[in-house]
């Protein structure tokens, strides 16, 4: 159930890609993207402003402000419906398609006659597509796996999305009279990067399970008022599923919800069942089978008598199986089990993992100064209300030439401005200058060494090129991890969740240069890259490389996407010592000189 301002990012969003199939103005088409930037920043509902509020935020004209109240009034804008009409919505999925821009998706329409997915693997198959100049057998090859690539993750939904979603559902939930407790369950609360269905538990009133009574039901009035505060969200398009326990509903994009209601003595069996996964369930099954035990979703009981050895909370189920809790982003069977088995053996509870409370610092932000939407001072104000004590500036380089990427000269004059400003706010925070820098196909940076030695922070980050060979890429991101001026490798394969694969490095190479070298590996914490995966973080755990989570912030609010980072983080094992944004302040500050060689 997406927000007035994610739906209306999404209108501009949308707005810009048809303006530019259509083969509209360039300026027309920055300024809507412009415009998406900006309502996606904003710090409160876009609903909640006047037009002179609207048109006095930067980047945001008398027409966009128009447009914005025609969405907050009708809740949709003439203009996009105008442009949609005049594109087959066939043609808009093709831009869903890694390597498929706005401009491709035009040709194709207008050339290959192709008016969507189908149409696009038939004009692969029978060659209308190489018969457009330009399109040589590579680029196809591009497409063509780039199709398979999102057909196989076709019923899948990024976790931010689907994050949104059960917040929605939690907080209807969480309002009924009568509700204990609700939380997210399934893939979602193991931190997994992508999600099929939602899945929400709500605790209610209800008899607690027993020998007599093992399955107990839920409260059936309170229940039946859960089911209804969720049917009644904005949103939803279908009800799939209405039982006396189980409510199914779909929502637009075809996300779906399922939400269940226990009783409150059966909560903690019903969240470890529901929560999985699939593989663990079966190993803690077969551990309690051993024990003389039954797990199910209401209880763990003794399988003699029936009796209930625990249920209320997972912890206790955990603990009855000779186990120290497991958290949820740990639950894959791949060794926690006995990870746990050894903790509680020696009294131990397994090693605390990072929380996003422990992040104090970002080390890769944008302002306006590239393609962010914050000026170096409001950066700064909204790493202060995080609590943070250090911010780095690390806006784009030179050959991000779409992105506003600065020119030599202009970065000269940026990091004198970052300068100037960390000056003003050095007794409250640390402002760090930086950028973002490209790696280019080769393995070169995209500033010289000497202008790079000026800086504090160098994120280095691949941007093109990124349908590379292994070896090559492989080449190229050792290149750029040997040089001297490098602090952390950013969005290390440039993948795109559910749309764009990425380089697919030597990993175990990368990963001991980064050891030897002593950089950072990112995870990016924005729900579109969450790059580093979780086995790859892993594997740099493994050799003793820091990690780095950031939100490569456009945005204030893109500091809330840190959770999706740290979740990622705790899937691999990282504790709050293996993430470099949790060190102090003079502690990060001794770390990042340790880097420069």
């Given at each position: 159930m997406p927000s007035t301002n994610a739906s209306l990012t999404a209108v501009f969003e949308d707005m810009a890609r048809l303006t530019e199939v259509l083969g509209g103005n360039g300026f027309k088409v920055n300024a809507f993207v412009k415009a998406a930037r900006v309502v996606e920043a904003l710090e409160r509902d876009a609903a909640s402003f006047s037009r002179s509020e609207l048109v006095a935020l930067p980047g945001v004209g008398t027409g966009t402000a128009d447009r914005i109240l025609e969405f907050v009034e009708s809740g949709a804008v003439a203009d996009h419906e105008d442009l949609k009409e005049r594109v087959p919505a066939g043609v808009v999925a093709l831009m869903g398609i890694s390597g498929i821009g706005p401009k491709s998706a035009a040709r194709f329409w207008h050339e290959a006659e192709v008016e969507s997915i189908d149409d696009l693997k038939a004009a692969i198959d029978d060659g209308r597509l190489a018969a457009l100049k330009g399109f040589g057998q590579?680029?196809?090859?591009?497409?063509?796996?780039?199709?398979?690539?999102?057909?196989?993750?076709?019923d899948r939904h990024r976790r931010g999305v689907a994050a949104a979603l059960a917040g929605a559902v939690a907080e209807a939930v969480a309002g009924v009279e009568g509700v204990r407790r609700v939380e997210a369950a399934g893939s979602l609360r193991r931190g997994a990067e992508t999600i099929g269905d939602v899945d929400v538990l709500a605790a209610v009133p209800g008899p607690g399970p027993s020998a007599e009574d093992p399955t107990p039901a839920p409260d059936p009035?309170?229940?039946?008022?859960?089911?209804?505060?969720?049917?009644?969200?904005?949103?939803?398009?279908?009800?799939?599923?209405?039982?006396?326990?189980?409510?199914?509903?779909?929502?637009?994009?075809?996300?779906?919800?399922?939400?269940?209601?226990?009783?409150?003595?059966?909560?903690?069996?019903?969240?470890?069942?529901?929560?999985?996964?699939k593989e663990h369930n079966v190993a803690l099954r077969e551990r309690a089978g051993k024990r003389g035990m039954s797990l199910s979703e209401y209880a763990l009981t003794d399988k003699r008598g029936g009796a209930v050895v625990a249920s209320a909370t997972e912890a206790e189920i955990h603990g009855a199986l000779g186990l120290a809790f497991v958290p949820p982003e740990l639950r894959e069977d791949r060794g926690e089990v006995q990870r746990a088995e050894a903790a509680h053996d020696a009294g131990e509870p397994l090693p605390r993992l990072v929380e996003t409370a422990d992040l104090k610092a970002e080390l890769h932000a944008h302002t306006t100064?590239?393609?962010?939407?914050?000026?170096?001072?409001?950066?700064?104000?909204?790493?202060?209300a995080r609590g943070f004590h250090s911010v780095a500036v690390t806006d784009h380089s030179r050959s991000q030439v779409q992105a506003n990427g600065l020119s030599a000269g202009r970065l000269e004059k940026h990091i004198e401005a970052v300068r100037d400003a960390a000056k003003?706010?050095?007794?409250?925070?640390?402002?760090?200058?930086?950028?973002?820098?490209?790696?280019?196909?080769?393995?070169?940076?995209?500033?010289?060494?000497?202008?790079?030695?000026?800086?504090?922070v160098v994120v280095a980050s691949p941007h093109a090129a990124l349908a590379q060979e292994p070896e090559a890429a492989t080449r190229r991101l050792l290149r750029a991890i040997e040089n001297p001026h490098v602090t952390v490798m950013g969005h290390l394969t440039g993948r795109l969740v559910l749309k764009r694969e990425g380089l697919s490095p030597d990993m175990p190479a990368i990963v001991k240069a980064a050891a030897d070298r002593g950089v950072a590996l990112e995870i990016n914490a924005s729900p579109y890259r969450l790059d580093l995966r979780d086995r790859h973080a892993a594997l740099a755990l493994e050799a003793g490389v820091r990690l780095a989570i950031n939100t490569d912030a456009h945005g204030p609010d893109n500091f809330l996407n840190a959770v999706h980072g740290v979740a990622t983080a705790r899937r691999a094992g990282a504790q709050a010592r293996d993430v470099v944004n949790t060190f102090g302040r003079e502690e990060l500050a001794a770390w990042i000189r340790s880097t420069k060689r």
């Open positions: 590579k680029k196809i090859d591009g497409i063509a796996k780039s199709l398979a690539f999102a057909e196989r993750f076709g009035g309170v229940t039946a008022a859960v089911f209804d505060a969720v049917e009644k969200l904005d949103g939803v398009e279908e009800v799939l599923v209405r039982g006396d326990t189980k409510l199914s509903v779909r929502f637009g994009a075809g996300l779906q919800a399922d939400v269940r209601a226990v009783p409150a003595a059966c909560f903690g069996a019903a969240l470890a069942y529901f929560t999985g996964s100064a590239s393609d962010g939407v914050m000026s170096i001072d409001e950066l700064v104000e909204a790493a202060l003003r706010w050095k007794k409250q925070i640390s402002v760090l200058a930086g950028s973002e820098v490209d790696i280019l196909a080769d393995g070169t940076m995209d500033y010289p060494d000497d202008l790079l030695a000026e800086l504090d």
